[in-house]
């Protein structure tokens, strides 16, 4: 069982539709990252969280360290949305990356 | 301002050849990282150098070395390329460490061994 498990692998959404991503892991973390990467290949930072919830334009990431789970919500989603989103759990100078969830929205 | 820069963006290779994969950062971070993606798999950690002059084992470093060869550059050696190390590979970097500070990411190098 991979110890980052991320749910849906694909999403298809209507434009403006509410997306939510879910993470879940099994190994003790300092800190989690959800990731985005663009078909063209290139990975981009969107968050780093140990506690709570942050914010950034039509992003928002929470994490609950108790049960071990973190979500990633798009208000009012863009076709320019389209993307992979990876989580990623850092402990000890590593970091263990879900597979992704492949978003795609659709105008 | 480059941030993180990987060279070659595509590589194909004959099984044995040798081959270097460079990554240079311009944002004076102490720790640098190589990450294979394959397919249905999450990225997966090869080798890290936390500061100039270290470098460890992660997941997944047999078949590749690596040279931190100043706090800039960081790079991936392949000795004896195998069809089962065609991949895409990432070099990211953080300012401290992956447990507290935001990764950066290269554009990768899709590596392919025939």
């Known amino acids: 069982k991979n110890e980052v498990e991320q749910s849906p692998q694909n999403l298809t959404a209507q434009e403006g539709e509410f997306i939510t991503i879910n993470c879940s892991y099994s190994?003790?973390?300092?800190?989690l990252h959800w990731l985005q990467q663009h078909p063209g290949g290139g990975i981009v930072s969107l968050f780093m969280?140990?506690?709570g919830k942050k914010k950034h334009g039509r992003l928002i990431a929470t994490i609950n360290i108790q049960e071990k789970h973190s979500s990633l919500h798009i208000t009012a989603s863009h076709p320019r949305d389209s993307a992979v989103y990876i989580c990623?759990?850092?402990?000890?100078?590593?970091?263990?990356f879900g597979a992704g969830t492949r978003l795609t929205v659709k105008p | 301002n480059a941030g993180v820069t990987q060279t070659p963006k595509f590589q194909v290779l004959k099984t044995g050849q040798s081959m270097t994969l460079q990554c240079a950062q311009d944002?004076?971070?102490?720790?640098m990282y190589w990450y294979r993606q394959d397919p249905g798999m999450g990225l997966r950690l090869i080798y890290y150098?936390?500061?100039?002059?270290?470098?460890d084992k992660g997941e997944v470093p047999n078949g590749y070395n690596v040279s931190r060869l100043n706090k800039r550059e960081f790079s991936l050696r392949l000795e004896s390329a195998a069809p089962s190390q065609t991949s895409v590979y990432f070099c990211a970097t953080t300012s401290l460490s992956i447990m507290n500070t935001e990764a950066f990411f290269g554009q990768g190098t899709r590596l392919t061994v025939v």
């Open positions: 990623a759990v850092a402990d000890n100078n590593d970091m263990r």
């Open positions: 190994v003790g973390i300092s800190a």
């Open positions: 969280l140990s506690s």
């Open positions: 150098s936390a500061s100039e002059g270290t470098t």
């Open positions: 944002m004076n971070h102490n720790s």
